[in-house]
């Protein structure tokens, strides 16, 4: 007798092809080529014309071109949405896992995953509401059968807080890893127990060597991810991190660790391509969201950060290597009691550039450093040597920002003598100083800019 495939079948994996082929053409829309050409990329220094000249009718005619309000990823979402809700769904609780915060859950978690990862068509895989799950370090590895992975989180994963349980790899508690077509949601919590990280950190205790600390989260060499509706908390170092993945939406997340955490970071890009990180509140010890090398093509909107050192492309170049990051923009954010606004930071000795970066709409309470460009970063306990060599800073737009300094110098533009900071661009910016109707100062050095609108502090 001839083998008849179910009609919700047939549904399901012509839907999925249309998705895949949707996704595809959306996202070849999110930037297009052309957006990103905004100035040839000689270096040098005095081969740029007058801004005003490249103004016509208030709007940018060959600077910096105006990126799209938003990527194509939002369509690449609702196709995801409407994907039909056949296939498997399991729960970490059917493969013996207790919830119940003192058990080792982690076997349960991995053979779960495993079931969902060979599983045709969908998969869903549960964590149980109102539980407590203790999870030592795990991968969920692909490459998957499932056509479309969700693994909803509505209670609590707890991390192992013995530091003996990180021997085989210390970088990471949870890693998601060469995995296409996933959704990790659910309202639930991730969350690092990292206390007992913080106290043995040499940035705490400096008696102590420097070491690694797991990352909580890691979505490693991922395509097609959408992350939302989680809560990460008390990370052992990096809460959230994206490595090596292309199509990424990261919405509705929030982020949180005490303020004197250490290298908490809230959400690490690092060699990225297409991403959106969006509605998000962000608290941490350290950078709510960091951009580092090999980022391309990220939007972060909607973002609202403090404590912590604020919104920061780099640090690149450190140990004389070579970084690349462009087509940044952060649109719509508030930033209140950080220690850093909109940072870029370089050290000396590195190559490569930062360019076509876009910080606008931003909102600034309390923030001691709101605008800072850096290329002497030097954190390390002795100090760094002065080196000719530098990641160019090229075509980079302030517009439109906002709000009070905690200290007068509200803009900071540090570049290197050598590779001078260009193109970049002041657009109605106003920071006073907190506390008091009065204005800032701007400190301005190797820095080729132009100041469009009503901006305060001018550089002199």
């Given at each position: 007798m001839a083998f008849r495939t179910p009609y919700y079948c047939c549904y399901f994996s012509f839907s999925f092809f249309f998705f895949l082929y949707f996704v595809r053409s959306?996202?070849?829309?999110?930037?297009?080529?052309?957006?990103?050409?905004?100035?040839?990329?000689?270096?040098?220094?005095?081969?740029?014309?007058?801004?005003?000249?490249?103004?016509?009718?208030g709007k940018f005619k060959g600077l910096i071109k105006q990126r799209p309000e938003t990527f194509s990823l939002e369509r690449f979402g609702e196709v995801l949405d409407k994907i039909p809700g056949s296939g498997k769904t399991v729960n970490v609780d059917d493969f013996g896992a207790k919830g119940d915060g003192t058990s080792d859950d982690t076997r349960a978690f991995r053979k779960a995953w495993n079931f969902a990862c060979s599983s045709k068509g969908g998969a869903f895989l549960d964590v149980t509401a109102e539980k407590k799950y203790l999870v030592k370090p795990v991968e969920f590895s692909g490459p998957c059968k499932a056509d479309?992975?969700?693994?909803?989180?509505?209670g609590s994963i707890e991390a192992s807080?013995?530091?003996?349980?990180?021997?085989?790899?210390?970088?990471?508690?949870?890693?998601?890893?060469?995995?296409?077509?996933?959704?990790?949601?659910?309202?639930?919590?991730?969350n690092g127990n990292g206390n007992i990280w913080w106290k043995n950190s040499c940035k705490i205790n400096k008696t102590l060597p420097c070491t690694d600390a797991p990352t909580a989260i890691t979505f490693y060499n991922c395509k097609n991810?959408?992350?939302?509706?989680?809560?990460?908390?008390?990370?052992?170092?990096?809460?959230?991190?994206?490595?090596?993945?292309?199509n990424v939406q990261a919405s509705g997340l929030t982020v949180t660790a005490p303020e004197?955490?250490?290298?908490?970071?809230?959400?690490?890009?690092?060699?990225?391509?297409?991403?959106?990180?969006?509605?998000?509140?962000?608290?941490t010890?350290?950078?709510?969201?960091?951009?580092?090398?090999?980022?391309?093509?990220?939007?972060?909107?909607?973002?609202?950060?403090?404590p912590g050192h604020g919104i920061s492309i780099g640090s690149l170049g450190s140990k004389n290597s070579q970084a690349y990051v462009s087509g940044i923009t952060v649109n719509r954010a508030k930033l209140i009691g950080t220690t850093n606004g909109v940072r870029i930071k370089t050290w000396q000795g590195g190559s490569g550039s930062a360019t076509n970066i876009t910080f606008e709409n931003i909102e600034m309470k309390n923030v001691t450093n709101p605008i800072i460009i850096d290329q002497?970063?030097?954190?390390?306990s002795k100090p760094c040597k002065k080196q000719g060599k530098a990641v160019q800073v090229k075509n980079v737009l302030y517009k439109s920002i906002r709000g009070t300094s905690a200290s007068d110098a509200a803009i900071k533009f540090d570049c290197s003598q050598s590779y001078p900071c260009q193109g970049i661009v002041l657009q109605?910016?106003?920071?006073?100083?907190?506390?008091?109707d009065e204005g800032t100062k701007a400190f301005c050095n190797n820095v080729k800019l132009t100041s469009i609108g009503d901006v305060s502090p001018q550089c002199n």
């Open positions: 959306s996202l070849q829309e999110i930037v297009p080529s052309s957006i990103h050409s905004v100035v040839d990329d000689t270096n040098d220094f005095q081969a740029y014309p007058s801004y005003f000249s490249l103004l016509q009718d479309l992975i969700t693994f909803q989180i509505y807080d013995d530091r003996s349980d990180y021997g085989k790899d210390g970088r990471h508690w949870l890693l998601f890893n060469n995995v296409q077509n996933l959704i990790v949601q659910g309202g639930g919590t991730i991810l959408i992350v939302k509706n989680l809560n990460i908390k008390d990370a052992q170092q990096i809460q959230m991190q994206f490595e090596k993945s292309v004197t955490s250490p290298n908490t970071d809230g959400i690490h890009v690092t060699n990225t391509q297409n991403i959106r990180i969006s509605n998000s509140v962000i608290g010890g350290d950078d709510c969201i960091s951009i580092v090398n090999g980022s391309q093509n990220v939007l972060a909107t909607d973002i609202t950060c403090g002497k970063y030097c954190d390390q109605d910016v106003d920071l006073k100083l907190e506390g008091e």
